[in-house]
């Protein structure tokens, strides 16, 4: 991949990987809740799964999808479900005192399905394939593409749950608590909406 294009495919993969989407707000909450330590697990299930959408795309499940637009209505409604469920589980925690001892972390499984399920993580690396591989260049281009996007992400998932961490310390008072995490399900049950706007 020429120097232009990695540079271009840089800015792409940081612009789309440090907003706040399912994965970023989902480790942000969890991180509030339990820390960065108990966060661990959910992140590298995080990166794994878009590991798996990268390769995916990379070895032509894009085409797929074009041929075959029910899968992609699939994922939606599994996707919508998925990061409704993600949206009650931080709304729960709402009334949950600071850090519980009691509380289980969600795991590495838990985490390998949000961008799987996520059509618009599908549609990013979509783009990026269509924009950034070139026909002459398919296995180093793609993976430059894996490279790049699998690190921009796991920059931006770590970022994300380091803030958890440092929001936590100012959110001791109750009430605040209950605002920080009701919000945090509302932005997520938008987002699940959104999937069904586009």
């Given at each position: 991949m020429?120097l232009?294009?990695?540079?271009?495919?840089?800015?792409?993969?940081?612009?789309?990987?440090?907003?706040?989407?399912?994965?970023?707000?989902?480790?942000?909450?969890?991180?509030?809740q339990?820390?960065?330590?108990?966060?661990?697990?959910?992140?590298?299930g995080?990166?794994?799964?878009?590991?798996?959408?990268?390769?995916a795309?990379?070895?032509?499940l894009?085409?797929?999808?074009q041929?075959?637009?029910?899968?992609?209505?699939?994922?939606?409604?599994?996707?919508?479900?998925?990061?409704?469920?993600?949206?009650?589980?931080?709304w729960?925690?709402?009334?949950?005192?600071?850090?519980?001892?009691?509380?289980?972390a969600?795991?590495?499984f838990?985490?390998?399905?949000?961008?799987?399920?996520?059509?618009?993580?599908?549609?990013?690396?979509?783009?990026?394939?269509?924009?950034?591989?070139s026909?002459?260049?398919?296995?180093?281009?793609?993976?430059?593409?894996?490279?790049?996007?699998?690190?921009?992400?796991?920059?931006?998932n770590?970022?994300?749950?380091?803030?958890?961490s440092?929001?936590?310390?100012?959110?001791?008072?109750?009430?605040?608590?209950?605002?920080?995490?009701?919000?945090?399900?509302?932005?997520?049950?938008?987002?699940?909406?959104?999937?069904?706007?586009?």
């Amino acid at each position: 991949m020429e120097l232009q294009n990695l540079s271009l495919l840089v800015v792409f993969a940081v612009s789309m990987t440090f907003t706040p989407g399912p994965a970023n707000l989902t480790l942000l909450g969890t991180s509030v809740q339990l820390g960065i330590r108990s966060t661990l697990p959910l992140m590298a299930g995080v990166v794994t799964g878009f590991v798996i959408n990268a390769l995916a795309i990379c070895v032509g499940l894009g085409s797929v999808f074009q041929q075959f637009p029910v899968m992609v209505t699939f994922i939606k409604v599994a996707g919508t479900f998925y990061i409704l469920y993600l949206a009650y589980s931080l709304w729960r925690v709402r009334h949950a005192e600071a850090r519980r001892a009691s509380a289980v972390a969600p795991g590495f499984f838990k985490g390998i399905l949000v961008h799987p399920l996520n059509p618009k993580a599908w549609l990013m690396l979509i783009t990026a394939y269509s924009q950034f591989v070139s026909p002459d260049r398919v296995v180093t281009d793609s993976l430059a593409l894996i490279i790049v996007f699998c690190l921009s992400g796991l920059a931006a998932n770590s970022l994300w749950t380091v803030l958890g961490s440092v929001i936590h310390e100012y959110l001791q008072v109750p009430k605040m608590r209950y605002s920080f995490f009701t919000s945090l399900a509302v932005m997520l049950s938008g987002l699940a909406i959104a999937l069904w706007l586009t």
